[in-house]
């Protein structure tokens, strides 16, 4: 298995995404968010983390 799949983020394959906000979960097909946009929820992009690694790291950069 190839560990670089061009513009593919390893989370991509999952082919899932969060809402922090409210909790949503969607499926995503990683070749229709490269072209129709990423999808986004209560105003915010959806994230590839789930809400439980997204607990677990913590992000540092806060964006206003
Ligand atoms: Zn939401």
Do not use: F, I
């Amino acid at each position: 298995m190839s560990a670089t799949k061009r513009g593919c983020h390893p989370k991509l394959s999952r082919g899932r995404v969060w809402c922090h906000e409210c909790g949503a979960m969607l499926k995503v097909n990683s070749g229709e968010c490269m072209s129709s946009g990423w999808p986004k929820c209560c105003g915010y992009t959806m994230s590839l983390d789930s809400p439980e690694e997204r607990e677990a790291r913590k992000p540092e950069e806060a964006r206003p």
